[in-house]
Nanobody, 123 residues
Framework: QVQLVESGGGLVQAGGSLRLSCVAS????????MGWFRQAPGQEREFVAS????????YYADSVKGRFTISRDNVKNTVSLEMNSLKPEDTAVYYC????????????????WGQGTQVTVSS
């Protein structure tokens, strides 16, 4: 059974930083692309960042490029999201996801999800 458990969310002022972590179990982590998505109230879940197997190749949404960094540790089966220069519009529930097949930017390409962690950025 695949489990993804996120941690690290919280309340931060605009301009601040947070680091999210996701521990994975029950899957061949080192061969799985991993991603982060987020969902703000009243909005659809959107792609934030993803990393391929080696952690070197990464992709970002334009809205977070240059501020967020995704990384992974294939020994500890963790994927992290370092978030800097946070803005109020970054407020959302952030989800860790394991890719299954298809376009890595699309939610439907991921078949396992964490429970989510709330990030709130105050102005």
């Amino acid at each position: 059974q695949v489990q993804l458990v996120e941690s690290g969310g919280g309340l931060v002022q605009a301009g601040g930083s947070l680091r999210l972590s996701c521990v994975a179990s029950g899957l061949l982590f080192r061969r799985t692309f991993m991603g982060w998505f987020r969902q703000a109230p009243g909005q659809e879940r959107e792609f934030v960042a993803s990393t391929l197997w080696n952690g070197v190749t990464t992709y970002y949404a334009d809205s977070v490029k240059g501020r967020f960094t995704i990384s992974r540790d294939n020994v500890k089966n963790t994927v992290s999201l370092e978030m800097n220069s946070l803005k109020p519009e970054d407020t959302a529930v952030y989800y860790c996801a394991a890719h299954y097949s298809g376009n890595i930017f699309q939610e439907k390409s991921y078949n396992n999800w964490g429970q989510g962690t709330q990030v709130t950025v105050s102005s």
